[in-house]
């Protein structure tokens, strides 16, 4: 079965770091390509970031130049490395496969990021 | 990269057809066909129900269609069921390997 399992979400104050990871089952992080995408609460879904097969790195203009998206090959494992976080980053962050069409075929559960003081 | 639009909500009857567009501009829907379509129940994560405009997933019902016209694209239930209650977003392509969602739009079963 395909899983994707993220943790790493939590409380953290404005202008802190977070790193999330999505821990794949299934499919190679290192073959496919992944997104995040996050939803502020209750409101609707952004479009956060995306690594390609090859490992290129693209990013929504609302985080560029704060968040890295990386892979670790060896632990099949996507990781998004969040700095100068804001409040407007409090969020469920689901990670995603894109599948064929560009469809975010299979999802995470999601985890949670609060960022308060 | 702006939302694209949607209606907030759309509501029909057990057995009814509705329909939910989802508009955007020449610099995504307009100009690919990699619209994508989710469903979201509450505290649930999303999931896929179509991709490139009209396909759906393997065993998914094929009560849901989607469809496109120019920037404007839309999505089909028909023969609604109290299950399909949900939220529903489109998304697209944007261009640069990015990707856009709409606002979304809560579909309620009368």
């Known amino acids: 079965e395909v899983q994707l399992v993220e943790s790493g979400g939590g409380l953290v104050q404005p202008g802190g770091s977070l790193r999330l990871s999505c821990a794949a089952s299934?499919?190679?992080?290192?073959?496919?390509?992944l997104t995040w995408v996050r939803q502020a609460p209750g409101k609707g879904l952004e479009w956060v970031s995306v690594i390609h097969g090859g490992g290129s790195t693209f990013y929504a203009d609302s985080v560029k130049g704060r968040f890295t998206l990386s892979r670790d090959n060896p632990k099949n494992t996507l990781n998004l490395q969040m700095n100068s976080l804001r409040p407007e980053d409090t969020a469920i962050y689901y990670c995603?496969?894109?599948?064929?069409?560009?469809?975010?075929?299979?999802w995470g559960q999601g985890t949670m990021v609060t960022v308060s003081s | 990269q702006s939302a694209l639009t949607q209606p907030a909500s759309v509501s029909g009857s057990p057995g009814q057809s509705i329909t939910i567009s989802c508009t955007g501009t020449?610099?995504?829907?307009?100009?690919?066909?990699?619209v994508s379509w989710y469903q979201q129940h509450p505290g649930k994560a999303p999931k896929l129900m179509i991709y490139e405009v009209t396909k759906r997933p393997s065993g998914l019902s094929n009560r849901f269609s989607g469809s496109k016209s120019g920037s404007t694209a839309s999505l089909t239930i028909s023969g609604l069921q109290a299950e399909d209650e949900a939220d529903y977003y489109c998304c697209s392509y944007a261009g640069g390997n990015t990707y856009v969602f709409g606002t979304g739009t809560k579909v309620t079963v009368l």
């Open positions: 299934g499919l190679t992080v290192s073959n496919d390509y």
């Open positions: 995603a496969r894109v599948g064929y069409g560009d469809g975010f075929d299979i």
């Open positions: 020449g610099g995504d829907v307009g100009n690919y066909n990699l």
